[in-house]
């Protein structure tokens, strides 16, 4: 084929390309007008939260409006002294951070084999572990509430972090093994021609490049076990070892006529969570959509 007749067949494509047809603007504009909606229905809850803990009791104008008299920081104060809301973040973070820690080494330990050896027994084993991800954590309560206390673990940071470890392990293993499938197992075999052994391998080679699904992990576990009730309201049941979730609910129905103390709590207890969700954001995606391609 000659030049003039390529840079024919060139012109044309792009003059096509350019030629197709646009999504009309008024799709585009309802597109985005729906998408300012859902955020703004997320923001709203978020919104009143605020406006509510920046004002004092006596202020008594619509939740929609923003406090005109100033912030009103005794709220703050309030959910610090009575409400022992600064103890219980400290306790959810001991309890959240070693659980993520754990979730995220046992996750990618147990789904390298069963990504990299798909054989029946490992199948079934995966299998298995997606049928954990469906089970509630309160239907077992009873045996589990049991188990620990015979163990001494009610009211221990230990205990409460197997716990959690074990709630959260399934989901983790599961989105650790879609990712390790994606990866190109070339790498992996250059590794082992060079003399590295299955251990050097997986630490050397494959934990570098979970950085998006291990940000994952780490999102959705932190948030569940720092947001979780239904069981830290057994396991952690003195006042001194209580955990975010019961101790906002706690000060809550102590407080319910105090709607700024309530709110200021909340917002306290969210903080965390939220930084570290901003912080790692820009994995988060990346690790979600892990393994959708295969």
């Given at each position: 084929?000659?030049a003039?007749?390529?840079?024919?067949?060139?012109t044309?494509?792009?003059?096509?390309?350019?030629?197709?047809?646009?999504?009309?603007?008024?799709?585009r504009?309802?597109?985005?007008?729906?998408?300012?909606?859902?955020?703004?229905?997320?923001?709203?809850?978020?919104?009143?939260?605020?406006?509510?803990?920046?004002?004092?009791?006596?202020?008594?104008?619509?939740?929609?409006l923003?406090?005109?008299?100033?912030?009103?920081?005794?709220?703050?104060?309030?959910?610090?002294?009575?409400?022992?809301?600064?103890?219980?973040?400290?306790?959810?973070?001991?309890?959240?951070?070693?659980a993520?820690?754990?979730?995220?080494?046992?996750?990618?330990?147990?789904?390298?084999?069963?990504?990299?050896?798909?054989?029946?027994?490992?199948?079934?084993v995966?299998?298995?572990?997606?049928?954990?991800?469906?089970?509630?954590?309160?239907?077992?309560?009873?045996p589990?509430?049991?188990?620990?206390?015979?163990?001494?673990?009610?009211?221990?940071?230990?205990?409460t972090?197997?716990?959690?470890?074990?709630?959260?392990?399934?989901?983790?293993?599961?989105?650790?093994?879609?990712?390790?499938?994606?990866?190109?197992?070339?790498?992996?075999?250059?590794?082992?021609?060079?003399?590295?052994?299955?251990?050097?391998?997986?630490?050397?080679?494959?934990?570098?490049?979970?950085?998006?699904?291990?940000?994952?992990?780490?999102?959705l576990?932190?948030?569940?076990?720092?947001?979780?009730?239904?069981?830290?309201?057994?396991?952690?049941?003195?006042?001194?070892?209580?955990?975010?979730?019961?101790?906002?609910?706690t000060?809550?129905?102590?407080?319910?006529?105090?709607?700024?103390?309530?709110?200021?709590?909340?917002?306290?207890?969210?903080?965390?969570?939220?930084?570290?969700?901003?912080?790692?954001?820009?994995?988060?995606?990346?690790?979600?959509?892990?393994?959708?391609?295969?």
């Amino acid at each position: 084929m000659s030049a003039t007749s390529t840079a024919s067949v060139v012109t044309g494509d792009a003059r096509r390309a350019t030629s197709a047809p646009r999504s009309p603007w008024p799709a585009r504009l309802a597109i985005g007008a729906g998408v300012l909606l859902a955020v703004l229905l997320q923001l709203l809850p978020f919104y009143i939260t605020v406006t509510s803990a920046m004002k004092a009791r006596s202020d008594l104008s619509s939740q929609w409006l923003p406090p005109f008299t100033g912030i009103h920081w005794q709220n703050f104060a309030t959910a610090i002294e009575q409400g022992g809301i600064l103890r219980a973040i400290g306790n959810s973070a001991i309890v959240t951070l070693g659980a993520t820690v754990l979730v995220c080494v046992l996750g990618a330990l147990a789904a390298y084999p069963l990504a990299r050896r798909p054989t029946i027994g490992n199948r079934l084993v995966l299998a298995g572990v997606v049928g954990l991800i469906m089970i509630p954590p309160l239907s077992i309560l009873v045996p589990l509430y049991s188990m620990m206390s015979q163990w001494h673990a009610i009211n221990t940071y230990w205990g409460t972090i197997l716990v959690m470890t074990a709630t959260q392990l399934p989901l983790a293993i599961f989105l650790y093994t879609a990712f390790m499938r994606g990866l190109p197992i070339s790498i992996e075999e250059a590794a082992s021609v060079d003399g590295a052994n299955a251990v050097q391998v997986l630490f050397r080679v494959v934990v570098p490049m979970l950085k998006p699904v291990t940000a994952t992990v780490v999102i959705l576990t932190s948030v569940n076990v720092w947001n979780d009730y239904a069981l830290s309201v057994y396991l952690m049941r003195s006042p001194e070892m209580r955990t975010i979730a019961p101790a906002t609910a706690t000060f809550f129905s102590t407080t319910s006529s105090d709607v700024g103390a309530a709110a200021a709590a909340s917002l306290l207890s969210a903080l965390p969570v939220l930084i570290v969700y901003l912080v790692l954001q820009k994995y988060f995606i990346k690790g979600m959509v892990a393994g959708s391609e295969k």
